[in-house]
């Protein structure tokens, strides 16, 4: 008997069972554990659909990145004075937002059971060019090779979403650290526990960006790992957030977006146009691209959740 068909019945409903139970939680940090266990769900659905490198950048993001973001904006709303969710908005307003979710729930599904038998894909020629860059993963060729302006763009936007949160702070804080995103005192079990994950995380984050030329993996990838360590760390209070006018963290956050710009400008010289890689240099020149976008969502994705600068940080 096969079980996996009973495997992925029961994984459908818990993760539906987890999502009806996280819009109906009434407190901010109920519905925040909530949203955090069902992107961990997901990345399990998305590994059962074949889809690995899905799955990595769901659970570093949606499990990790967003639910430390989500935990950090929860309670700084109720260390100041905010009402949770459920007393801020009404009923009428609840059951607009419910029918418009409905109603997208509803938008998917007949998209995904209305698909052309066979669907329509484009895998065919992206193997038929992978030879070319070198890759063995096709995944990092489509996002760093056939859709290179794109990739760059999002990395753009994150420096942007950056700069956003940043410019929300007073005049008399520009310049400086944010606020501190853990306790003021350090806790003795998260202490060690951020000692003890932090190390292998680290390396786990590296490994994943290394292989993910060949194998499922990336520079985003392992840039959310990276970024979610020095989140624990901050949380821990064994390291503070950097000031925003400190040169080392204005260079991190552009280089990504940077050293991928200036090598589209450099296809126009070797190449056949920009962002054209020369034969038989495409691979390390990818890899170059990887290593610096690497570092720019290892920096960006803390300090976004560490928020804009404070006025009584980092004088």
């Not at 520079?219 to 979610?228: D, H, I, N, P, S």
Request: no cysteine; proline share 7%.
């Amino acid at each position: 008997m096969n079980l996996l068909p009973i495997i992925d019945v029961g994984l459908a409903l818990l993760v539906l069972g987890i999502a009806t139970w996280t819009i109906a939680a009434r407190e901010v940090f109920g519905a925040v554990v909530g949203y955090v266990v069902y992107g961990l769900l997901l990345s399990l659905v998305w590994v059962r659909l074949y889809a690995p490198d899905v799955a990595l950048t769901e659970a570093a993001v949606g499990g990790g990145v967003t639910g430390v973001l989500l935990l950090t904006a929860g309670a700084r709303l109720r260390s100041g004075g905010g009402k949770e969710a459920g007393e801020a908005t009404g009923l009428p307003l609840r059951v607009v937002a419910a029918v418009l979710s409905l109603l997208v729930a509803l938008g998917l599904a007949a998209v995904v059971l209305f698909l052309p038998e066979p669907p329509a894909t484009l895998a065919p020629e992206a193997r038929a060019g992978l030879a070319a860059t070198g890759l063995g993963n096709p995944i990092t060729a489509v996002l760093i090779s056939y859709r290179s302006f794109d990739t760059m763009l999002e990395k753009i936007v994150l420096v942007l979403a950056l700069t956003g949160v940043w410019s929300v702070a007073a005049d008399g804080a520009w310049g400086r650290a944010p606020a501190p995103i853990g306790r003021m005192a350090p806790d003795g079990a998260l202490t060690l526990l951020t000692q003890t994950l932090a190390p292998l995380g680290i390396v786990v984050g590296l490994h994943i960006f290394w292989v993910g030329a060949d194998a499922p993996g990336g520079a985003f990838q392992g840039g959310a790992l990276l970024a979610a360590m020095w989140m624990i760390v901050m949380m821990a209070r064994l390291a503070e957030a950097p000031r925003i006018d400190a040169r080392w963290l204005r260079l991190a956050l552009i280089a990504g977006p940077a050293v991928f710009f200036l090598a589209g400008l450099a296809g126009v010289a070797w190449g056949d146009g920009f962002f054209s890689y020369p034969p038989g240099f495409a691979k390390p020149i990818i890899l170059f691209i990887e290593a610096f976008m690497l570092l720019t969502i290892a920096v960006t994705l803390p300090m976004l959740v560490a928020g804009p600068p404070s006025k009584g940080a980092g004088r």
